[in-house]
Nanobody
Framework: QVQLVESGGGLVQAGGSLRLSCAAS????????MGWYRQAPGKQRELVAG???????NYADSVKGRFTISRDNAKNTVYLQMNSLKPEDTAVYYC?????????????WGQGTQVTVSS
């Protein structure tokens, strides 16, 4: 089993910054992807950014140039640095970890952290 604990959400004015952290614990396979998703009220959950165990990253178009995802493999922790925040970034942000054992994919979620950007 894997547990994910998020921290760092909060209320910020437009143009401000926040940094989210997600610490993973438990039995984590060496090949994995950690990422951040978000879900705004009335909308589907969407991928914000992901980073694999090799360091390759991908971002949603809406956050490119503003958000940076990084990870510390020694601490099994992933970070999301969010700059130039906009009101449309307001959502619950969820940490996600996927790892594989053979053909099996295992998928874990954090409890979510609220990010609110005021205009």
């Amino acid at each position: 089993q894997v547990q994910l604990v998020e921290s760092g959400g909060g209320l910020v004015q437009a143009g401000g910054s926040l940094r989210l952290s997600c610490a993973a614990s438990g039995s984590i396979f060496s090949i994995n992807v950690m990422g951040w998703y978000r879900q705004a009220p009335g909308k589907q959950r969407e991928l914000v950014a992901g980073i694999n165990s090799g360091g390759s990253v991908n971002y949603a178009d809406s956050v490119k140039g503003r958000f940076t995802i990084s990870r510390d493999n020694a601490k099994n922790t992933v970070y999301l640095q969010m700059n130039s925040l906009k009101p449309e970034d307001t959502a619950v942000y969820y940490c996600n970890l996927k790892h594989w054992y053979g053909a099996h994919e295992y998928d874990y979620w954090g409890q979510g952290t609220q990010v609110t950007v005021s205009s």
